[in-house]
């Protein structure tokens, strides 16, 4: 029997970015990490549904030469440790790379399915990103998107709005709740 997983997003969905004319950015920093509102519940909340918490990032600022990446682990270590999620997978690409690894490409999605048995078209994913929802179409996943108003593309659909990932735990519990 498979498993099901909830992919997220990192930034803007599990902790606060920094908006730069009307953009999102990640922390740069451990001392700027927050996590949001809401977060660990929503967590608590998938994990009684049966849902295993995968953690997809594009971290692009390490192939511009704008992070190391002692500085992403640190923060992915800081989502490991307080909120206790063990599965992390970090692209560290930029879009000219045309890696299959980088959101809206479905690659950490079906390489997270395939290392941990999990059934896609089963599975969601939740982020505050264009990308986050194209990567969870094309991987076959529900989408649910947390809609902050950045100034940049919007996602095309079939998605779920939210206005935050424990809005999002609410709906997904209200579906799924047996």
């Excluded at 519940?41 to 511009?64: C, E, H, M, W, Y």
């Excluded at 970090?90 to 999605?109: E, S």
């Excluded at 929802?133 to 996943?141: F, P, R, Y």
Aim: aromatic share 8%; with cysteine.
């Amino acid at each position: 029997m498979k498993n099901r997983a909830v992919f997220l997003d990192r930034d803007g969905t599990l902790n606060k970015v920094i908006i730069r004319d009307g953009r999102p950015f990640p922390p740069e920093e451990l001392k700027e990490f927050e996590l949001l509102e809401g977060v660990k519940d929503a967590l608590d909340i998938f994990k009684s549904q049966g849902f295993i918490p995968i953690v997809v990032t594009n971290q692009p600022d390490f192939a511009r030469g704008k992070s190391t990446l002692e500085q992403i682990e640190s923060l992915n270590n800081m989502v490991r440790k307080n909120l206790n999620i063990e599965h992390i997978y970090t692209c560290l690409h930029d879009d000219q790379d045309d890696c299959l690894c980088r959101k809206p490409k479905p690659g950490l999605l079906v390489q997270a399915a395939y290392e941990l048995n999990i059934e896609l078209t089963a599975s969601i994913m939740i982020g505050d990103r264009w990308r986050d929802i194209q990567a969870g179409q094309a991987a076959g996943c529900s989408c649910y998107y947390i809609d902050y108003n950045y100034i940049e593309l919007q996602p095309k659909q079939p998605f779920e709005r939210v206005q935050s990932l424990f809005d999002a735990a609410k709906k997904i519990w209200s579906i799924h709740d047996i």
